[in-house]
């Protein structure tokens, strides 16, 4: 009497009945229109979270809600900075109920896995090197090499006490807010549809260049092309939390070098 296990075993060896193969389900994934929708949602999301905190600190001065007082309170140094780090909780949260509703992973859709420092040390070159020519071409062409209203922002948030949390919110919540929606959403979507690797990149860098319309066409194409630097490392490494790294970095030292070392 044969038992079960050994009944299986010939089964395996027998060419007539070849062993079961386990193919694992592939990930579910928002393809093209699924993550452009979603992607419009989320940046709404980071929208009201932003203006959220502007319309809250128009109502605790007692001031009129009207589009008066919100532009007037949101020029303010520590209030913009507050604006941007509470669109990032706004944002996390839409983010996750996009991925809860394909009953993903957040961690595995979002890649949020550390890099290696082989990995970092070559992005943070590759960065360098973009700034680096952006600086010497704004230098050639008579240009600032930071925008003026955001060197006026910063040095007034240093002279009005707002420079700690200027740093966090430039260098710390708005990485973070971007980096989930362009390298993170929207970069897995669209690179599971017919746009492929390339024209996720593409197409993520160009929403995200949109996302700082406040810029002038030059400082936009620089935008740009660090946002392909970015795409490109996002999909070598496979790590959302390297772009994240890198767009801190950059930030970071914008920040520094305007507020305490830009004269």
């Given at each position: 009497m044969s038992?079960?296990?050994?009944?299986?075993?010939?089964?395996?060896?027998?060419p007539d009945h070849p062993?079961?193969?386990?193919?694992?389900?592939?990930?579910?994934?928002?393809?093209?229109?699924?993550?452009?929708?979603w992607g419009l949602f989320i940046f709404a999301a980071m929208f009201v979270g932003q203006i959220g905190a502007i319309l809250l600190l128009v109502a605790l001065r007692g001031l009129p809600i009207d589009m008066a007082s919100i532009q007037s309170v949101g020029q303010e140094p520590r209030a913009l900075a507050l604006s941007?780090?509470?669109?990032?909780?706004?944002?996390?949260?839409?983010?996750?109920?996009?991925?809860?509703?394909?009953k993903a992973s957040f961690v595995d859709y979002l890649a949020l896995y550390w890099p290696s420092w082989k990995q970092l040390l070559f992005?943070?070159?590759?960065?360098?090197?973009?700034?680096?020519?952006?600086e010497v071409t704004s230098r050639s062409l008579g240009?600032?090499?930071?925008?003026?209203?955001?060197?006026?922002?910063?040095?007034?948030?240093?002279?009005?006490?707002?420079?700690?949390?200027?740093?966090?919110?430039f260098s710390v919540a708005a990485p973070m807010?971007?980096?989930?929606?362009?390298?993170?959403?929207?970069?897995?979507?669209?690179?599971?549809?017919?746009?492929?690797?390339?024209?996720?990149i593409l197409l993520s860098s160009l929403v995200w260049t949109i996302v700082h319309l406040q810029y002038d066409l030059y400082f936009l194409a620089e935008v740009f092309t660090i946002?392909?630097?970015?795409?490109?490392?996002?999909?070598?490494?496979?790590?959302?939390?390297?772009?994240?790294?890198l767009h801190a970095l950059n930030n970071m030292t914008a920040v520094v070098l305007t507020m305490w070392l830009g004269g």
């Open positions: 038992l079960p296990n050994e009944s299986l075993l010939m089964d395996s060896l027998n062993p079961l193969v386990m193919t694992p389900a592939p990930p579910r994934v928002w393809k093209f229109w699924g993550t452009a929708l941007v780090i509470t669109g990032l909780p706004a944002t996390l949260a839409a983010v996750w109920l996009a991925i809860r509703f394909k992005g943070t070159v590759g960065l360098v090197l973009i700034v680096l020519a952006w240009r600032e090499a930071t925008p003026g209203f955001m060197t006026d922002l910063l040095k007034s948030g240093r002279d009005t006490g707002a420079a700690l949390l200027l740093l966090v919110a807010s971007e980096e989930v929606l362009a390298r993170g959403f929207l970069f897995r979507g669209w690179s599971a549809s017919f746009l492929r690797v390339s024209g996720a946002g392909l630097w970015f795409g490109y490392m996002r999909h070598r490494a496979g790590s959302l939390w390297l772009t994240i790294i």
